[in-house]
């Protein structure tokens, strides 16, 4: 089949909004895109530096070194246990890995690929790359027959929602009922803010209590991002059922989609340092904290946003009139209605931004009520 034509990509709308931001007097803080800001860790420069003598092709599947670390990432830091070297397999960051997930595993036209509500546009891309039906739904129970994907998204975004370990059990078992391959986008499963999150970790869907010991048609995704600032890195991994992982590592083979050889070495280094993961996440926690209050005194209720690198707000009116508002203010934000047609009244701010950013965008917030 044919590539069908794409949505225009929905950041060049905002342009007009952003050109009016940055004429602040102060200068723009822009909200809108979750691109880390801060420095990637010394440890993981060091490490791609002395891996520079890459010479030889890299390999598809990782290297041992960094299978093993991927490994023992999940059982040190998700509390889940089992996994081997052939239950892992490194990707060139996440996206490319959720945009043609469905293609790679054989989905196409007149199959039905199931996403969140509030959802990361590269799901429903992914289907549209293959042919599928992208169907938004967060009720397991409602999910259809000929369903042969199910992403779900936890902490989500935009809305930061966590999926405690009962959903993803539910969740599981339908996909089970449907024979459908079952994905969790697990990318912001390091900052837990609210709630147990902020003291307990984040369930994994690959966690023995959801999967009853059987991986078997479930995946977890993962990248390096936001835990390690190493977005231009591309770094990420998928981790869980070993034979869709066979079939995606032979396709990858194919297509030459390997990992460089450096930035395997960089990826070892930060699976295995905690403590630049942990400084990370204060500079979030101190940020949300300054970000939080501000909103809510500016007339915003903040809703979810319980992990992870955003802010789920909303005035309780259209999202482009607070897009609107927030960019007289100088800041710049996402329209709810980017990610999917279910929230049109809430708009989505990162708290990847400087801390002088992050306190000239509350200030002006406060101000704006004054």
Not at 194 to 218: F, H, K, N
Not at 269 to 291: C, F, K, N, P, S
Not at 334 to 360: M, N, Q
Request: with cysteine; proline share 7%.
């Amino acid at each position: 089949m044919a590539l069908q034509p794409l949505p225009d990509y929905p950041w060049d709308a905002m342009v007009p909004y952003a050109q009016r931001a940055r004429a602040h007097p102060d200068g723009i803080a822009d909200l809108s895109i979750g691109s880390p800001v801060d420095a990637t860790p010394e440890v993981v420069r060091t490490a791609l530096a002395h891996a520079t003598d890459a010479h030889a092709y890299p390999t598809t599947a990782g290297t041992p070194a960094l299978r093993e670390a991927i490994v023992d990432w999940y059982s040190r830091r998700r509390g889940v246990t089992g996994l081997t070297v052939d239950s892992v397999l490194p990707s060139i960051g996440s996206k490319e890995l959720v945009a043609l997930l469905p293609f790679m595993i054989g989905i196409g036209a007149g199959d039905t690929i199931v996403h969140p509500t509030a959802a990361y546009p590269t799901y429903a891309i992914g289907a549209a790359l293959c042919g599928a039906v992208a169907v938004a739904s967060d009720r397991p129970e409602e999910w259809p027959k000929g369903t042969k994907l199910i992403w779900l998204n936890s902490p989500g975004n935009p809305d930061g929602r966590v999926l405690d370990v009962d959903y993803l059990r539910t969740a599981v078992r339908r996909a089970r009922e449907l024979g459908a391959l079952i994905v969790n986008d697990e990318c912001y499963a390091e900052l837990g803010w609210t709630g147990p999150w902020a003291s307990e970790p984040i369930p994994s869907i690959l966690d023995a209590r959801v999967t009853g010991g059987d991986t078997a048609g479930i995946l977890s995704i993962y990248s390096l991002s936001k835990q390690s600032n190493m977005a231009g890195y591309r770094a990420a991994f998928a981790a869980g059922c070993e034979r869709t992982l066979a079939r995606l590592l032979t396709v990858r083979k194919h297509a030459g989609l390997m990992l460089p050889a450096p930035l395997q070495a960089a990826m070892v280094a930060a699976l295995g340092d905690d403590r630049h993961v942990e400084e990370q996440r204060e500079r979030y926690r101190a940020r949300r904290a300054v970000l939080v209050p501000a909103l809510e005194a500016a007339g915003f209720r903040i809703d979810s946003s319980e992990a992870g690198l955003y802010l789920w707000a909303t005035e309780g009116r259209d999202a482009w009139a607070s897009i609107d508002r927030l960019a007289d203010l100088g800041i710049l934000a996402g329209p709810g209605v980017f990610y999917g047609d279910f929230y049109p009244e809430h708009v989505r701010l990162s708290l990847t931004a400087t801390d002088d950013r992050i306190a000239a965008a509350a200030a002006r917030l406060r101000a704006s009520v004054l």
